[in-house]
């Protein structure tokens, strides 16, 4: 039977294990710029098979939130590159999550001070983090403009610099964040998209912008070092869609011949309930028509599980899955999986600390051995 304790191969990603670090943003990169305690960070949690960075932006218009990182700068680059080097030398493995925010986001985080870019001018519902005097506010997102179709062959691009610069920084790998009510799902979810040109109306139309990012940035670094996260039916950001078993029933078809390293998938509400009675889905089913796709890369769960319903997941070979991503117990867990293994208690992550500060409830939490 398989534990989460099998090594496990996504792409062409050998993982020692079958537990990921999922992507959690902490906002402790001033000025867009990682830091050598988000090195300590990572590194601290380099025992995971696979590290998934933060959301890390792809450009100034990709930017949403105070203080969290981009990938498109000398700067950023090389605070990457020191987060690379001290994962790698603890021998983890380190995949970047590609972020546009699209609408969540406010004018003061746009270059000139403008209008955050959506599918269409439809304002999210939602608050992003500002940062004032090192103190975490919560702020209503900014109404956005509509992006002219124009304009959309730029956005890939970025995409595409991102994922050259993660390889060129030492990244193992990117994780295209299509989840959580951002630019990518916005194009896809009717909720945000109202468009009547090529990138709006039905699925091949709404999936368009993000099937152009995956073939961009698989032409440009290999389909085996590349995955990508969804979130089905997740309220995140304000964001839903008309009929969501259809749209991602329809992604797996697209998606499954192209070789992804792994597909990402979380469960229910992002940091919430892992069923939705008004919005059930059927995630085994995504998984089938998937595989019937063609579809050979690991298959991630994420959302809220513990260790038991985590070894149920990857000991069920048919429906279960290959990787199961901790977003909230790697907080405050940088051992995690030897907590897991040892069956040892966790730490409770502090929520005051999630967003935002120093060292203080990032890098102090103590391992089982401290
Ligand atoms: C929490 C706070 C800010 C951003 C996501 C990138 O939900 C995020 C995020 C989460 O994917």
């Not at 270059?111 to 975490?136: C, E, F, M, W, Y």
């Not at 000991?315 to 293994?341: E, W």
Request: proline share 6%; with cysteine.
């Amino acid at each position: 039977m398989t534990t989460l304790f099998d090594p496990v191969q996504a792409g062409s990603l050998q993982l020692a294990n079958r537990i990921a670090m999922a992507p959690l943003t902490r906002n402790r990169a001033p000025g867009a710029i990682p830091t050598p305690l988000m090195a300590q960070y990572y590194a601290q949690r380099a025992s995971a098979g696979l590290l998934i960075t933060e959301a890390t932006a792809i450009s100034p218009q990709a930017q949403g939130y105070a203080d969290v990182p981009g990938l498109y700068s000398t700067e950023q680059l090389d605070g990457w590159k020191q987060v690379t080097e001290a994962v790698h030398k603890a021998d983890g493995k380190i995949v970047v999550q590609l972020w546009h925010v699209g609408r969540v986001s406010h004018t003061s985080l746009q270059p000139d001070n403008q209008a955050p870019v959506a599918p269409s001018a439809i304002r999210a519902q939602t608050k992003t983090v500002l940062i004032d005097k090192g103190v975490p506010t919560f702020a209503d997102t900014s109404m956005p403009r509509a992006l002219d179709a124009a304009e959309l062959p730029a956005i890939v691009q970025d995409y595409r610099h991102a994922a050259r610069n993660a390889i060129a920084c030492g990244f193992d790998g990117v994780e295209i964040h299509a989840a959580n009510g951002y630019l990518l799902e916005q194009f896809m979810k009717t909720g945000a998209n109202q468009r009547t040109d090529d990138y709006g109306g039905n699925l091949k139309n709404r999936t368009r912008l993000l099937l152009e990012v995956v073939r961009a940035i698989t032409d440009e670094i290999g389909a085996g070092r590349t995955g990508l996260r969804i979130s089905p039916v997740t309220p995140a950001n304000d964001i839903a869609d008309e009929n969501p078993q259809k749209l991602f029933d329809y992604l797996m078809h697209q998606i499954g011949p192209l070789g992804l390293a792994y597909v990402h998938v979380i469960e229910g509400a992002t940091g919430g309930a892992r069923e939705l009675p008004e919005q059930p889905f059927d995630y085994a089913h995504l998984k089938t028509l998937y595989r019937a796709a063609g579809g050979q890369g690991a298959w991630m769960v994420n959302n809220a599980y513990d260790a038991a319903l985590a070894e149920q997941a990857v000991a069920d070979v048919a429906q279960g899955a290959d990787i199961v991503a901790f977003g909230r117990p790697y907080i405050a867990n940088p051992d995690l999986v030897a907590r897991l293994q040892r069956k040892a208690p966790l730490n409770t992550p502090d929520r005051n600390t999630f967003y935002g500060g120093g060292a203080a409830g990032y890098t102090d939490y103590p391992t089982l051995d401290a």
